[in-house]
Nanobody, 123 residues
Framework: QLMESGGGSVQAGESLKLSCSHS??????MGWFRQAPGKEREAVAV??????FYADSVEGRFAISKDIPTITRYLEMNDLRPEDTATYYC??????????????????????WGTGIQVSVSS
């Protein structure tokens, strides 16, 4: 299972670092989605076969990194804004699927999900 940690409540402009760990594998296609109340789940950032895609809304502010020994991927979120407030989900494709610019942000390509973690940003 995927385990998320690192969420919380911050002020606008501050930073948070989310963690997503798995007990056995660091999947090659793995990343983060988020869902705000009343909105659809949207892709935030995904790494697939060494390439990372970012949503336009977070480009330049968020970054994915990894730590192989601990089987963990991180989402470093800087310059947070109130509109970043959402439940963040870690997701992975466990079948080795390599995603493309036209598919990386489609939740249906991810078959393993974490339970979600709350990020709240106040102005």
């Amino acid at each position: 299972q995927l385990m998320e940690s690192g969420g919380g409540s911050v002020q606008a402009g501050e930073s948070l670092k989310l963690s997503c760990s798995h007990s056995r594998f660091l999947y090659s296609t793995m990343g983060w989605f988020r869902q705000a109340p009343g909105k659809e789940r949207e892709a935030v950032a995904v790494t697939t076969n060494g390439k990372t895609f970012y949503a336009d809304s977070v480009e330049g502010r968020f970054a994915i990194s990894k730590d192989i020994p601990t089987i963990t991927r991180y989402l470093e979120m800087n310059d947070l804004r109130p509109e970043d407030t959402a439940t963040y989900y870690c997701a992975a494709n466990t079948f080795g699927r390599i995603l493309k610019p036209t598919t990386w942000n489609d939740p249906s390509y991810y078959n393993l999900w974490g339970t979600g973690i709350q990020v709240s940003v106040s102005s």
